[in-house]
């Protein structure tokens, strides 16, 4: 197993830990906690000694009634010493969207900047990627606002595209959210409907970071019926589709289970019925859509919808069904079989499934707090010494994370 250097050992508790720290800080007991958030006392019980993870829709729906974000629940990831400068030159950058510098850049150059930055998410090589992000986005800007074309303009929203994911992923809400506006603001620029449904997608991506699922599906159903209107063929099957995926993973974690699993449901239809056009993974403006995408999502959904088994026998071995796309898309999965496993209380089986996603974007796993959770409660529920448990605790910078 790979591993890139661990963090710290003052490493931050694992959100279900986190989530006890916040309870306490607010004087609340679990009786009121729970009975506000409309969970079940024992579930939050269970989630604050490591018993179960805390998932997605459940610290929603905690962090409602605290008066807290979802990513507040779950805890930010500060950058390091060393990103603290890179971060604040990309705040800069961000600052001055409509400030283009005196150095002329081509298109070319922005093109190919952009592809190394792509390659980079795509393999999730945080530490070499959020460097190269402020000097590329102060020329996408400069080459937009010279050449003020629609390619030059998507150029630079797909900058903002990529700024938004690794914002997300490290649950830096406030630029995730600017990054969404600045990269809305250049689809306006000029007329690319198809790039219009991308930066909607990121959009409502912000939503569900938040955990406002409603809201964001609104954004997407919106930006759907205006895809349908201005697009035909193939790039109306690619927006369409992209934006299904998105309303799907909303739709999973709606607060209404009935709700959530008809609608989760009806926009897996509609991907499906997209992807099932399409013979390979058709990439656009930095993102992928097909049969294997559309899997993931649906995988997850399932996962999100609490129907865990029947994620899990969507394949004896989703390395299959995966095979062939970028680690963005195979390391969350395998952790959301990590998530199905240890629900099911097969505590093996889901270290397994963290390994295999560690072997794949350890700089992810690192930071992702479903991966913390599920690893939090194998660790709380093992009685014997178990020696891959110990060396993914090793890797994650952690000893204990129970209560």
């Given amino acids: 197993?790979?591993?890139?250097?661990?963090?710290?050992?003052?490493?931050?508790?694992?959100?279900?830990?986190?989530?006890?720290?916040?309870?306490?800080?607010?004087?609340?007991?679990?009786?009121?906690?729970?009975?506000?958030?409309?969970?079940?006392?024992?579930?939050?019980?269970?989630?604050?000694?490591?018993?179960?993870?805390?998932?997605?829709?459940?610290?929603?729906?905690?962090?409602?009634?605290?008066?807290?974000?979802?990513?507040?629940?779950?805890?930010?990831?500060?950058?390091?010493?060393?990103?603290?400068?890179?971060?604040?030159?990309?705040?800069a950058a961000m600052r001055d969207y409509d400030l283009p510098r005196k150095r002329e850049v081509s298109g070319q150059e922005?093109?190919?900047?952009?592809?190394?930055?792509?390659?980079?998410?795509?393999?999730?090589?945080?530490?070499?990627?959020?460097?190269?992000?402020?000097?590329?986005?102060?020329?996408?800007?400069?080459?937009?606002?010279?050449?003020?074309?629609?390619?030059?303009?998507?150029l630079l929203g797909e900058v903002y595209s990529v700024v938004y994911w690794l914002a997300a992923r490290h649950r830096w809400l406030d630029m995730a959210e600017v990054a969404v506006a600045r990269e809305t603001w250049a689809a306006e620029q000029m007329d690319n409907p198809l790039f219009s449904a991308v930066a909607a997608r990121d959009r409502a991506g912000t939503y569900l970071n938040f955990g406002d699922c409603e809201n964001g599906l609104v954004v997407v159903e919106r930006a759907i019926s205006d895809a349908e209107s201005r697009l035909s063929g193939d790039r109306r099957d690619i927006a369409v589709g992209l934006l299904n995926l998105r309303g799907m993973t909303l739709a999973g974690r709606l607060p209404d289970h009935r709700e959530a699993r008809r609608e989760a449901h009806r926009h897996m239809q509609y991907a499906e019925h997209a992807a099932s056009h399409f013979s390979r993974e058709f990439k656009v403006h930095g993102l992928s859509f097909g049969r294997k995408n559309t899997f993931t999502h649906r995988f997850a959904t399932l996962i999100d919808l609490g129907e865990s088994r029947s994620a899990l026998a969507l394949a004896d071995d989703i390395a299959v069904p995966l095979s062939g796309l970028p680690a963005t898309r195979r390391a969350p999965s395998f952790i959301n079989q990590a998530r199905a496993r240890v629900s099911l209380n097969d505590n093996d089986g889901a270290l397994e499934s963290l390994a295999r996603a560690w072997d794949i974007a350890p700089q992810l796993v690192r930071i992702h707090p479903m991966a913390q959770e599920v690893l939090r409660v194998v660790d709380s529920r093992h009685k014997r010494s178990n020696p891959l448990l110990t060396r993914l605790l090793e890797l994650a910078g952690t000893g204990n994370r129970g209560s």
């Avoid at 980079?120 to 606002?145: C, E, F, K, Q, Y």
């Fill in 1 to 91: 197993m790979s591993g890139s250097e661990p963090m710290s050992s003052a490493a931050r508790p694992a959100p279900g830990a986190r989530l006890a720290q916040l309870r306490k800080e607010r004087h609340l007991t679990q009786d009121q906690l729970a009975a506000a958030a409309a969970i079940s006392k024992s579930l939050l019980s269970k989630i604050e000694v490591g018993d179960r993870p805390l998932t997605p829709a459940t610290a929603a729906a905690l962090g409602r009634a605290m008066g807290l974000s979802m990513a507040d629940v779950q805890g930010l990831t500060p950058p390091t010493a060393a990103q603290e400068s890179v971060v604040d030159d990309l705040r």
């Fill in 110 to 154: 922005v093109r190919q900047r952009l592809r190394q930055t792509e390659e980079l998410r795509n393999a999730v090589d945080l530490a070499r990627l959020m460097p190269l992000l402020p000097g590329l986005l102060r020329d996408a800007t400069s080459h937009a606002h010279r050449s003020n074309t629609s390619e030059s303009w998507a």
